[in-house]
């Protein structure tokens, strides 16, 4: 029997050890999951600052671009820009430039329907049509170079009268 009694003192024993173990490892577990509970809201307060900081980066880099929006749009060089593209970006130009009229917008307005009228004359001219196109086509380049650069050149020969015939635009 008193083998049965220290089998039975043995497995106490290791009972208890056990128990002593997994309470220190509960405790060890409970310690870092505090630790790491820690770190957690520290990384959280640093990214909700970082993230503070972006937004308000986001936010003035927006205004930023807004403001230079505001600015291209408003100098008439878009406007001159669009007139040079066919038929329908003559219009629009002349849409966007009646709501906002630019000196520079307004003159290639003009500048651009002079040209448009002179290729459609130039276009019932038998024989001289061919040629005439290519003299539209280089005066429709020195036009829209001009326009990218933007300057008030006005189109040799007629340029000075397409501003005066069309000054109403």
Same mark, same amino acid.
């Given at each position: 029997m008193s083998d049965e009694k220290s089998l039975s003192d043995d497995l106490d024993d290791m009972l208890g050890d056990a128990k002593d173990?997994?309470?220190?490892?509960?405790? $060890? #577990?409970?310690?870092?999951a505090n630790e790491f509970s820690d770190d957690a809201k520290h990384l959280a307060g640093e990214a909700?600052?970082?993230?503070?900081? @972006?937004?308000n980066e986001a936010k003035d880099a927006a205004s930023d671009f807004t403001d230079s929006a505001k600015n291209a749009l408003s100098n008439? $060089?878009?406007?001159?820009?669009?007139?040079?593209i066919t038929i329908i970006g003559?219009?629009?130009?002349?849409?966007m430039n009646s709501s906002n009229k630019t000196e520079l917008g307004? @003159?290639?307005?003009?500048?651009?329907l002079g040209i448009a009228i002179l290729g459609l004359v130039i276009s019932f001219i038998p024989f001289v049509n061919f040629i005439g196109f290519i003299l539209v086509f280089v005066?429709?380049?020195?036009?829209?170079?001009?326009?990218?650069?933007?300057?008030?050149?006005? #189109?040799f020969l007629l340029g000075a009268q397409f501003q005066e015939w069309f000054k109403g635009l």
């Open positions: 173990g997994a309470k220190k490892a509960a405790d $060890k #577990i409970n310690e870092k909700k600052e970082k993230a503070k900081e @972006f937004a008439g $060089k878009n406007v001159a820009i669009i007139a040079h003559w219009i629009v130009a002349l849409v307004s @003159f290639y307005v003009r500048q651009i005066l429709w380049v020195m036009s829209l170079i001009s326009a990218l650069n933007a300057e008030k050149k006005p #189109i």
